[in-house]
């Protein structure tokens, strides 16, 4: 189920799966496999990162498992109505510290990366993300049981194949029928002359 609402309206062409990627927040019944959730975590994995360090973790859990709560809980306020129906939630890390004495600058831009690898792959597979800042990131870093002095929890993902809007509350309904839109290219990119 697409929603031609949310393609993006481009300047100039770009490559389907980036115009047809948006933050979903409404997510039907069905389960993501084991075997399709490898498939996601594979595209992250072959991401680019500095030296190769992949500076990334993934923990999560499928919606009828015993632990989707204790992820769920990690959520903001703004975030819990929404994602509690994702088939999947799951918490990105980022590994800043591989010592203690040498902090990965990159880390972060590498576990994004990534997750939008994880992210398109998903979408080719008519699976939807939402990147999520709004949650506990203690709590999170604490339930993933990475060293703190290495692994930050940068953010969150619900997954999950698209419902439609008419089963969210507002606001999220609204902003489920909105159009994306996006600065020019002109104010925030230009030619060194
Ligand atoms: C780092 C990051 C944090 C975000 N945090 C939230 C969040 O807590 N709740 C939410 O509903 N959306 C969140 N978003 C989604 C953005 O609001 C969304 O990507 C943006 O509005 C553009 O919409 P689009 O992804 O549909 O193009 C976040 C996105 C990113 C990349």
Known sequence: MTSSIKVADTQYPIHELLRNRWSARSFSDQSISSYDMNRLLEAASWSFSANNMQPWRYVYAHRHSPRFDDIWNCLAGGNR??????????????QTN???????????????????????????????????????APKALALSQANPDEWEAVTMLALGYLDAPDQLEEPFRTRELSPRTRKSIVDFAWELS
């Open 98 to 136: 591989r010592n203690t004495e040498k902090p990965n600058v990159w880390a972060s831009h590498d576990l994004g990366a990534a997750n939008m690898n994880l992210i398109l792959q998903a979408l080719s597979m008519d699976i939807y993300a939402h990147v999520m800042g709004g949650f506990d």
């Open 81 to 94: 109505p929404w994602a509690k129906n994702a088939a999947a939630l799951v918490i990105c890390l980022a």
